[in-house]
């Protein structure tokens, strides 16, 4: 069974920056997509980026491209995704996701992804 942690959450200064750490457990990361969503109450979980299995190509919603980068660490079994120039409007709880597939995720929506965090903290504040 595929087990997700997040971590790296928390009060973030406008203008800011924060990493978010996903650990994944139970399988190697090379034929997995893996995406982060982010949910404030009352709102659908929106897709904020994700990171394709067959090549490592990122995808970047309209709203954080340029400001947030996904990559991952094989070898750690760990995706991050690194939040610079905080907003307000970026406070969410934040997921990580994944689904197996050897392809592009970027047509991969939140109903696509088989596996998921619990979920952690960002608040965008001053």
């Known amino acids: 069974q595929l087990q997700l942690v997040e971590s790296g959450g928390g009060l973030g200064q406008p203008g800011g920056s924060l990493r978010l750490s996903c650990v994944l457990s139970?399988?190697?990361?090379?034929?997995?997509?893996i995406g982060w969503f982010r949910q404030t109450p009352g709102k659908e979980r929106e897709r904020v980026s994700c990171?394709?299995?067959?090549?490592?190509?990122?995808y970047h919603a309209v709203a954080v491209k340029g400001r947030f980068t996904i990559f991952r660490d094989n070898a750690k079994n760990t995706v991050y995704l690194q939040m610079n120039s905080l907003k307000p409007e970026d406070t969410a709880v934040y997921y990580c996701?994944?689904?197996?597939?050897?392809?592009?995720?970027?047509?991969?929506?939140?109903?696509?992804?088989?596996?998921w965090g619990q979920g952690t903290q960002v608040t965008v504040s001053s």
């Open positions: 990171i394709s299995s067959i090549d490592d190509s990122p």
């Open positions: 139970g399988f190697g990361l090379d034929y997995y997509n």
């Open positions: 996701a994944a689904t197996p597939g050897h392809d592009y995720c970027s047509g991969y929506g939140p109903t696509d992804y088989e596996y």
